[in-house]
């Protein structure tokens, strides 16, 4: 007897694009348009190819949830950044160094922020605060990042804190944007 | 209540309370809203896939991505609740994920249309647009 159904690679593919809680239910239902409506309509090969078409669609979902990690990651790096930061300004005490610690706390406190505003998911104060701080971030990374390739002897973590900075205030614009649009965070 | 509504605030703080865009309904949203509320006991995925196929002038491609991230999105959003129910074999014993409006749900719908409905008052149809 001839096995009707999406090929096994289709639905490993649509299984490892699904989050852990729709795995089930989602395959299944597709799996009942696949040999209840689909294929007696429109044959094997439209058919798979309906279901590979299906199947790609959760792709942009996919993409969407792996980016809120990195996001995460950068926050709680940059956090961290922040702190040690605080801490060597006030261990040496250079010239200014209370104005470098308000930045290393700067740092620290949008880290917070952000994390916050993609715990709080409803909360719009948050958000707008979180994005107030990522134009100050984008200002502080870009002078920052100028300062360092002007440098004779340029700081390395200088850079990679800049570097980090700058790619967490664009992810977090983005995410904090997608989730004003469609009305929720991540 | 998880949706905010001028409604449900204490009056005292009505007159200060601004619209947040981000609990807005989009379009999509209230069709598959709608698409749950008309399939009443029977709306699981796929039906209410096909229900929002057919909203777009009979059978228009829609993803089955789109609609199920829609539906989870509105779950989480507080106006849709999710029940599971045991597979048959046409599914191949998969379980199924049955979708119900909650009471945010339809308070939600009732004010999309109500605020759809003061803006179409008084405006000609079919629209004249002088080119």
Redesign the interface.
Same mark, same amino acid.
């Given at each position: 007897m001839k096995h009707i159904?999406p090929p096994a690679w289709m639905e490993r593919l649509l299984f490892f694009l699904l989050?852990g809680r729709?795995r089930?239910?989602?395959?299944?239902?597709?799996?009942?348009?696949f040999?209840?409506r689909r294929a007696s309509r429109l044959g094997p090969v439209r058919t798979n190819l309906w279901y590979l078409?299906?199947t790609? *669609?959760?792709?942009?979902?996919r993409c969407r949830s792996a980016s809120f990690k990195p996001l995460v990651l950068l926050c709680i790096f940059t956090a961290l950044c922040g702190c040690w930061l605080g801490a060597m300004d006030f261990r040496m005490r250079h010239p200014g160094y209370l104005g470098q610690a308000g930045i290393a706390a700067g740092i620290l406190l949008q880290a917070l922020l952000t994390l916050s505003a993609l715990h709080f998911?409803?909360s *719009?104060l948050l958000?707008r605060l979180s994005m107030l701080g990522c134009v100050i971030l984008y200002w502080l990374s870009g002078r920052a990042l100028i300062a360092t390739i002007r440098d004779v002897n340029p700081e390395g973590y200088v850079f990679l804190i800049a570097v980090a900075l700058l790619f967490q205030a664009s992810l977090t614009l983005a995410a904090l944007r997608r989730?004003?649009?469609?009305?929720?965070l991540v | 209540m998880f949706l905010r509504t001028k409604n449900n605030l204490t009056p005292i703080f009505r007159h200060a309370y601004i619209v947040d865009m981000a609990e807005l309904l989009g379009t999509f949203e209230q069709i598959v809203l709608l698409a749950v509320l008309g399939l009443d006991d029977d709306a699981y995925g796929r039906a209410v896939l096909h229900d929002v196929q057919q909203a777009f002038h009979g059978g228009r491609s829609i993803s089955a991505g789109a609609v199920y991230a829609t539906l989870d999105r509105l779950e989480v959003k507080g106006l849709l609740c999710s029940r599971l129910e045991k597979g048959t074999p046409s599914r191949g014993g998969r379980v199924r994920r049955f979708y119900r409006l909650t009471p945010a749900g339809a308070s939600a719908l009732t004010e999309a249309r109500n605020t759809l409905e003061r803006l179409w008052h008084g405006k000609p149809w079919p629209l004249e647009v002088i080119s």
């Open positions: 159904g989050p729709d089930e239910t989602v395959v299944g239902d597709l799996y009942e348009e040999c209840d078409i299906q790609v *669609s959760f792709v942009p979902r998911r409803r *719009s958000r989730g004003h649009k469609s009305g929720m | -």
